[in-house]
């Protein structure tokens, strides 16, 4: 199998995430010896920089710097947004053209696989030999044929250490607790609060995901009847949640008008506005309804810390290096062009491998948690959820228990 | 030196920290071997575990559970923000006496403190022998005697990792980013953002204590300032920041009813409303001078996560159940009162030790961050506080940094 001789350019799009550095330095890893591959150029703020001819030299860094990188949170190479047009993707082929860019790798979302998807189509149409690979990448966890995104279990770990330790808290004083989750229309994250439960009684005890319609009433009853039982209720909520209209609960509860990307997504996170409108629904309905006379409710928003803080989860590092060394592979193996996906081989010990599967089997679609996931109540996940989850997580700090049954007899 | 014979209670009061069950342990660890010491009782939900009776048999737990439950987060003791009336603490007394308590032991802030000076003013005034300790606590760090305070360390060490993140997620996209840190009054907290800086470049850019008074206007210029300068800017605001009236900036910008606690304090913590006013105020005020034409501005509010995040200082896990131990060992020295408190040696080696101080010289009063950690601009911190609290929080992980300098040339 001969492969063409030229140089290699990888860029990251879209939201980052704790590890995506280590998919981009995976692709350096795998190209860096090979003949074939004359310069590898990181392109700064993903398709940006093709268009801008703003290139970092990766070859030129060493391979300290660029193993610190990759254990580094969020992207060194910068991202964007931008959804390339018709024009920008003419421009783009030129350019590899004037580069002599044979291999093009891109770590993104399901937007960015549609974009490279696109780009791979302009270049075949210009007869320009490419080789094109999609690298996944998502703290959503949306992306189809893949078990799970690279930063999806990192993510996935800050979120349930997040609940785990508002849960002690909230026990220390009781009454509610409500926590937004990212995950515009993927539940996966917020699901992810139930990974880190250590007791039946432990929080969250009830998770509202957007795969579920969310019907306000409902959900104060649901409230309500774990507050009678334990005088406290932790809730961990999708920011994506709609009702049975689909009109996010956001924009139900909220006059603001909301701000929309250019890939017309409204923007969920980065406001605060979510939970203070539900807890202070909560706090009116359990108030109206005589259970206490003035309620301790608390609302927060992970927000953007859930995807970016430095604690990896070391299964999602050592996996996402070696999915980006698989898409380097792959195209030194010949392949002209795919996305590199994640399958699991089994839960339990857990094992997975790579697999380089259609551009368009990715691109622009969005994969949801799986009905056997979401508690027929939709207010809950299942044990299939947690067998599934908890191996990404790795080791989570143990909690320990005063036995509470021994109590000093009253005098 | 004669000490009485008698039980020993031990309670938690106030908003938990990651480290406060590690505080009872060490009084627990400290008391277990001693003759003089008949029972260890735990009381639950703080002093109202007292008023109840309800506590606890701490002897009757193995000291595996122990020392785990030292390592969770929040108070396996449970907690109260009741502030004891005059018929509160001549019914504790009684119940002292009925259950042959003569060691009380409290961890708390500055408003337990109070409340246990006046507890033994109570005793003493009743003519019943007591030996009664305050134990140091608090996230905020506000407490007059200690360097610092069991559970800052801890807490500071999530804010510097949440910024360090925070920080590395803007650079990707530009733009702003705010994020709101806890702290009423004392700016220790916030102030912990700038723990992680790496770079002359690393955010946050600006930090606004409530030590120094907020001016609206001032804070759009300076933000303006950092965003020409660099095209993106993080910010770090306390929850607490007044305007130069002393009104708080939230109530300023809020029209929603704030709710007060027993002890009048306005809440501030639990909703995300400060964060998202601030960034709708940078947001007009940044494309009304026509920076940029649709701005990227995010804010997050860290909320209760930072006082509960299952991730110990390690400096403060060991100071935490030393301080414990160090209380218990006073009072079995024959101390009849006082306050735990931490105090420094050096800064560099990092090296503190523990000093009994009486109880009125903490009680009710509120510790600010000193002048000299506070840059003379009112929007940042000095090197003085970066070297008083960066032993505080034990390692944090390697962040690589690519050389930007290495570019490919343009062709």
């Known amino acids: 199998m001969t492969v063409p001789k030229g140089n290699a350019v990888v860029f990251t799009q879209g939201g980052p995430t704790a590890v995506i550095n280590a998919s981009w330095v995976g692709v350096v890893l795998g190209l860096k010896d090979a003949p074939e591959i004359t310069g590898i150029y990181g392109s700064l703020h993903g398709i940006d920089g093709i268009l801008n001819e703003d290139f970092v030299d990766l070859r030129a860094q060493d391979e300290k710097t660029l193993m610190a990188v990759s254990k ?9 947004r931008h959804k390339p ?3 920008d993707n003419r421009k783009m082929v030129a350019l590899f053209q004037k580069y002599n860019i044979r291999y093009v790798f891109g770590a993104g979302g399901n937007d960015t696989s549609e974009s490279l998807d696109i780009m791979n189509d302009s270049a075949k149409a210009g007869g320009y030999e490419l080789r094109l690979f999609h690298v996944a990448k998502t703290v959503d966890n949306d992306l189809m044929e893949n078990d799970h995104t690279p930063g999806y279990a990192s993510a996935a770990r800050y979120v349930a250490n997040a609940f785990r330790g508002a849960d002690m808290d909230n026990r220390c004083f009781g009454g509610l607790y409500l926590c ?3 995950g515009r229309h993927a539940g996966f994250l917020t699901a992810a609060s139930a990974l880190g439960r250590t007791t039946p009684e432990s929080g969250p005890h009830l998770i509202y995901l957007p795969e579920r319609s969310f019907d306000i009433d409902r959900f104060c009853m649901d409230v309500e009847g774990v507050y009678k039982k334990y005088g406290r209720c932790v809730i961990s909520v999708s920011e994506g949640i709609e009702d049975a209209d689909g009109v996010p609960i956001l924009q139900r509860l909220s006059s603001d008008k909301l701000e929309a990307d250019s890939h017309g997504n409204v923007q969920l996170s980065g406001t605060g506005a979510l939970a203070d409108a539900l807890v202070d629904k909560l706090k009116t309905h359990l108030e109206e ?16 810390i859930q995807r970016s803080f430095p604690d990896q989860s ?4 050592e996996e996402t290096l070696g999915l980006g060394r698989f898409a380097a592979a792959c195209a030194l193996g010949g392949e002209p062009e795919g996305s590199a996906a994640i399958r699991r081989i089994s839960d339990s010990p857990y094992r997975s491998e790579y697999k380089l ?10 994969r949801h948690l799986p009905d056997d996931h979401i508690h027929p109540a939709g207010n809950d996940v299942t044990e ?3 067998r599934w989850g908890r191996p990404l997580l790795g080791e989570l700090s143990l909690f320990g228990e005063l036995d509470m049954n021994k109590r000093v007899a009253k005098k």
């Open 384 to 386: 299939a959820f947690i």
């Open 180 to 182: 937004v989750c990212m």
């Open 72 to 80: 580094t949170p969020a992207t060194a190479l910068l991202s964007t």
């Open 289 to 304: 309804r005589g259970m206490v006379e003035k309620l301790r409710a608390r609302g927060d928003t992970l927000g953007y």
């Open 314 to 317: 070391p299964v999602d590092y």
């Open 85 to 87: 047009d018709a024009e």
């Open 357 to 366: 599967v259609p551009l368009k089997s990715v691109a622009g679609k969005t």
